[in-house]
């Protein structure tokens, strides 16, 4: 079976880039897309995510440009009362359905969900076998960077007949309580499994955490959608870079100063994918002793762990979590906009929505890709200290090329997404004033130090 679908447009993934993607373009171009997913529905690596993750950042922050996930309400109640609200795995998939329904019902997109992309602009059906010819149309490769997840990608080491290895999303669904949990992973997954076990009132020495690399992570109380905040804490970054002699001495700086945090202060973390991080989670994470740093595992088997340099006994009846998929993916960066597809990645420093939707917007507006281009090149996922660094260094430079722009500038100051916006009509301050004179300042010298650090 065989039908012939009109479209100037091919997503290939409906994950949260190729959603911003869409929404920014038919808002901005009389433009059809046809939006391909092998899953069920539209989120993405959401619609298979561990029951109780929430977002890291505010919600703000994630989602499509014409539509702001949640309220933009600060929290009431809890540990992070008077942070932004961040969104739980059921409000970030009904989300995405809202905004499908929207998109169809506009008459531009038409969704083509268990679906895989077969190149020459041909998708196949995973579940009918139908095939849908769309000649002629622009294809955007929403799934250059599309993480894995525990629940979807098997552990990267060895299981032995016995031994008890679950993905993170079947902690949520035990039957039988083990006496020892050991959590394996260093990135935000492991940190998320450890503090709901906490929550749920596991003792803290009934923990074992195999953290093969420390992580690096940001002060949540910073990262949020207030300008004079996420401002001034940009400010800080750029004249700490600015006196910083090395790459740990970057890092120890912006730790003083309220940005960086490490679990363990007598370790130098090598990790800086730079997920945030609350006070009262650094100070659970921090009641955790009984921490492995011996790489990774090897092997599982019933009462110990393998690694290279030897094994490790466990409890026998020890209940191992993985947490260990690769979430962020580091490729080449490509230019965006190449003959073969329009590559999605991150524009400015960080926020793939927020890089998405300029992406979207820029195709709506220009036509030449060379322009485009110009206005939109890419940066880096990070995982180290030198490629955090030099996120910031290509990123800032992204966000002066496309910010020179009136248009975009004018359209992202209105997109919550854009971390780094002023709304309009938002009130003057003192520290909003500081904050933009110390980033005017600072900003050339420290990126140029930066890029020197790595």
């Known amino acids: 079976m065989s039908r012939t679908v009109e479209v100037d447009y091919l997503v290939v993934g409906a994950g949260a880039m190729g959603m911003a993607f869409t929404d920014a373009l038919i808002e901005h171009a009389d433009a059809r897309v046809a939006l391909v997913d092998r899953r069920h529905g539209v989120g993405g690596h959401w619609l298979e995510a561990y029951p109780f993750v929430r977002l890291h950042q505010s919600s703000a922050f994630y989602g499509v440009p014409s539509t702001l996930l949640g309220g933009g309400q600060l929290q009431q109640h809890g540990p992070e009362k008077g942070l932004q609200e961040r ?9 995405y359905a809202r905004i499908l329904e929207r998109m169809v019902e506009s008459g531009k997109v038409e969704f083509f969900p268990n679906s895989e992309y077969a190149g020459d602009g041909t998708v ?27 629940a979807e990608k098997p552990p990267p080491f060895g299981v032995a007949e016995g031994a008890r290895v679950l993905p ?26 450890c503090i ?21 992570m940001l002060n949540r109380a910073l ?36 940005i960086m945090m490490r679990i363990d202060r007598t370790v130098m973390p090598t990790m800086a994918k730079a997920p945030t991080l609350a006070m009262w989670e650094l100070e659970q994470l921090r009641t955790l002793e009984n921490v ?47 003959p073969e597809a329009i590559t999605l990645q991150p524009i400015r420093a960080g926020f793939p929505c927020f890089g998405a939707a300029v992406t979207g917007y820029v195709e709506a507006t220009r036509d030449a890709d060379a322009e485009k281009n110009r206005l939109c090149p890419p940066s880096p996922f990070p995982d180290t200290m030198a490629t955090w660094a030099m996120m910031n260094v290509l990123g800032t430079q992204a966000a002066m090329s496309f910010s020179s722009e009136p248009d975009i500038k004018a359209w992202s100051d209105g ?18 004033d500081d904050a933009r004179e110390r980033l005017a300042k600072h900003t050339k010298s420290g990126l140029a130090q930066l890029a020197q650090l790595t």
Request: charged share 20%.
């Open 124 to 150: 196949v059906s995973r579940i009918s076998g139908e095939r849908f010819e769309m000649p002629g149309a622009r294809v955007v490769d929403a799934r250059y960077l599309a993480p894995s997840i525990p």
């Open 168 to 193: 993170v999303n079947d902690l949520a669904r035990l039957e039988e309580t083990p006496s020892q949990y050991v959590i394996v992973g260093s990135g935000k997954t492991a940190t998320d499994a």
């Open 87 to 95: 969104a739980t795995q059921a409000e970030i998939c009904a989300y």
């Open 196 to 216: 709901w076990l906490l929550s749920r009132g596991v003792d803290p020495d009934a923990i074992c955490w195999v953290r093969p690399r420390d992580p690096w």
């Open 415 to 432: 997109v919550a997404l854009n971390p780094a916006r002023v709304p309009p009509g938002y009130p003057a301050s003192a520290a909003l």
């Open 292 to 338: 492995v740093r011996r790489g990774h595992i090897r092997q599982v088997d019933r009462g110990s762990l393998t690694f290279a340099d030897g094994s490790l006994a466990i409890a026998d009846d020890a209940l191992v979590v993985h947490c260990a998929a690769d979430g962020l993916k580091y490729p080449p960066l490509l230019p965006v906009w190449r």
């Open 223 to 258: 990262i949020q959608p207030d300008p004079a905040i996420f401002l001034g804490m940009a400010a800080d970054t750029m004249q700490i870079a600015e006196r910083s002699t090395s790459l740990e001495d970057l890092f120890l700086r912006l730790e003083d100063a309220g």
